[in-house]
């Protein structure tokens, strides 16, 4: 499904240019020259992100940001302004913008920005069904005792003012937890923000969670607001809080004292109200003794905890999430009354998941793919578990391959084996991925967890065009 996109922008000449890169990055464009126009449209019909100039004739951006938060906190506000007028773009951030671009600006960066906003309102609006097998996007499926002591738990904590400290190993679904105690919150229709803390440098985290001053460092060439000031009145998810560096504990820390930030480079503190969730897949009590995590931080997050169980604890839930995963890939693939044989089921239901949920969903998807529409099989299910497990038959002849190649390089016959090796498959991966989406690049890129951004510039950097590879064998 296209995302839905409103610009509204005065300038004809702009909003032509962005029209054509945005139809041919796959957005449904609408768009408004005015900001009346752009505020009738932002809360009358349903859109995915909303991009704006800042200055125009009757309503400004500015007063368009207010007026669209107060009717539709939820849809993510992008504001395009000139240097010169920065202050009023952060005034605006801290009402309710989503963020800002300083004209002029690249194409990449507009896109980059618009991918963050609309997954962030994906992850606010997507409702999360609980304990159903209903083929949505997004359930945290399971009837066991095991989670059924999860619902209550979220029922019990979902609706108090305080911190929740969310444990599971990876694949468990944190995330999804994460976000129905928000959707069953008072705060529900305010702004969610998920940051990931693994996947921001270190010399970054502290600016992308409280923002940063102009010239707080080098790069620094703007104020900039944070996830925690997005996030205002809402709530935010700390994922994999395990890992976040020991500096920007020490602020977190601060915050949940005090509830007031200072932007990195800044002097002025600043109220925020927001809920703090976090979620770990790491034995913190282990990196306390290491000095890796805070044990004081522990302490504040620590107030309400929920732990996962692994799915080899929940076994009684695998035929119900197969059967999930199923009708949920089938819609996507195109396929009509799909099932699974009594055999693969019960083969699926005795495997150890160390992978957990996020593995046997990623072994249903292949062998739904490799059974063509036909109904799934043992051997179907047989070949995507040794393909994800990595078992001995398949491990042993890739073993045997490193080990040649590690023979040739201790020969002087290879250079840079490492990130030769690395290449090489990241090359095949998306090779692979983009044929099998038939080209379609934002299927591809949502199979392999990356953005489409990301995907579009690494099939650039390998040479590999989709028109190409579709018709490769």
């Given at each position: 499904m296209k995302r839905r996109l409103l610009l509204v922008e005065d300038d004809q000449n702009i909003a032509a240019a962005l029209r054509d890169v945005l139809e041919a990055e796959g957005y449904a464009f609408t768009h408004a020259d005015r900001g009346e126009r752009g505020l009738e449209l932002a809360t009358r019909e349903r859109f995915d992100v909303v991009l704006s100039d800042l200055k125009m004739p009757g309503m400004t951006g500015l007063e368009l940001v207010q007026r669209v938060h107060e009717a539709r906190p939820q849809l993510p506000l992008i504001l395009m302004t000139a240097h010169g007028t920065a202050e009023t773009a952060i005034t605006a951030t801290k009402n309710g913008a989503y963020d800002y671009l300083l004209k002029p600006f690249e194409m990449d960066e507009l896109l980059a920005v618009l991918e963050k906003a609309i997954e962030s309102s994906r992850l606010a609006t997507q409702p999360i069904s609980i304990g159903e097998g209903e083929a949505s996007l997004d359930a945290i499926i399971g009837q066991s005792r095991a989670m059924q002591e999860i619902y209550k738990e979220i029922g019990r904590i979902a609706a108090k003012p305080v911190s929740v400290l969310i444990r599971g190993a990876t694949g468990t679904g944190k995330e999804l937890i994460a976000r129905a105690i928000y959707q069953h919150s008072d705060r529900a229709?305010?702004?969610?923000?998920?940051?990931?803390?693994?996947?921001?440098?270190?010399?970054?985290?502290?600016?992308?969670?409280?923002?940063?001053?102009?010239?707080?460092?080098?790069?620094?060439?703007?104020?900039?607001?944070?996830?925690?000031?997005?996030?205002?009145?809402?709530?935010?998810?700390?994922?994999?809080?395990?890992?976040?560096?020991?500096?920007?504990?020490?602020?977190?820390?601060?915050?949940?004292?005090?509830?007031?930030?200072?932007?990195?480079?800044?002097?002025?503190?600043?109220?925020?109200?927001?809920?703090?969730?976090?979620?770990?897949?790491?034995?913190?009590?282990?990196?306390?003794?290491?000095?890796?995590?805070?044990?004081?931080?522990?302490?504040?997050?620590?107030?309400?905890?929920?732990?996962?169980?692994?799915?080899?604890?929940?076994?009684?839930?695998?035929?119900?999430?197969?059967?999930?995963?199923?009708?949920?890939?089938?819609?996507?693939?195109?396929?009509?009354?799909?099932?699974?044989?009594?055999?693969?089921?019960?083969?699926?239901?005795?495997?150890?998941?160390?992978?957990?949920?996020?593995?046997?969903?990623?072994?249903?998807?292949?062998?739904?793919?490799?059974?063509?529409?036909?109904?799934?099989?043992?051997?179907?299910?047989?070949?995507?578990?040794?393909?994800?497990?990595?078992?001995?038959?398949?491990?042993?002849?890739?073993?045997?391959?490193?080990?040649?190649?590690?023979?040739?390089?201790?020969?002087?016959?290879?250079?840079?084996?490492?990130?030769?090796?690395?290449?090489?498959?990241?090359?095949?991966?998306?090779?692979?991925?983009?044929?099998?989406?038939?080209?379609?690049?934002?299927?591809a890129a949502r199979w392999l967890g990356i953005s489409r951004l990301t995907l579009r510039e690494k099939l650039t950097a390998y040479g590999l065009h989709p028109a190409q590879t579709k018709g490769e064998e």
């Open positions: 229709g305010r702004p969610f923000i998920a940051v990931n803390c693994t996947a921001i440098p270190e010399n970054l985290i502290e600016s992308e969670l409280f923002g940063h001053e102009k010239g707080a460092f080098t790069g620094a060439e703007s104020r900039r607001i944070g996830r925690f000031e997005q996030a205002h009145t809402g709530t935010i998810l700390l994922d994999e809080i395990g890992d976040m560096p020991l500096p920007a504990q020490v602020k977190l820390l601060r915050f949940l004292q005090e509830r007031t930030i200072e932007r990195v480079g800044g002097r002025e503190t600043i109220p925020i109200d927001v809920r703090v969730l976090a979620a770990t897949h790491r034995d913190l009590e282990t990196a306390i003794a290491t000095q890796q995590f805070r044990e004081d931080l522990f302490f504040r997050l620590n107030v309400v905890t929920i732990t996962l169980p692994a799915l080899r604890q929940r076994a009684d839930d695998i035929p119900s999430l197969v059967q999930y995963f199923l009708r949920r890939y089938a819609t996507e693939f195109g396929l009509e009354d799909v099932s699974i044989q009594p055999e693969a089921l019960r083969f699926l239901a005795e495997q150890p998941w160390p992978g957990n949920v996020r593995e046997l969903e990623n072994v249903v998807r292949k062998a739904l793919l490799s059974a063509r529409g036909f109904g799934v099989g043992l051997s179907e299910v047989r070949a995507a578990c040794a393909a994800a497990h990595l078992s001995p038959a398949v491990a042993q002849p890739f073993a045997q391959s490193i080990a040649d190649l590690l023979s040739a390089a201790s020969r002087g016959e290879l250079q840079n084996l490492h990130a030769t090796v690395l290449a090489d498959a990241e090359r095949e991966l998306l090779a692979q991925a983009i044929k099998l989406a038939d080209g379609n690049q934002a299927k």
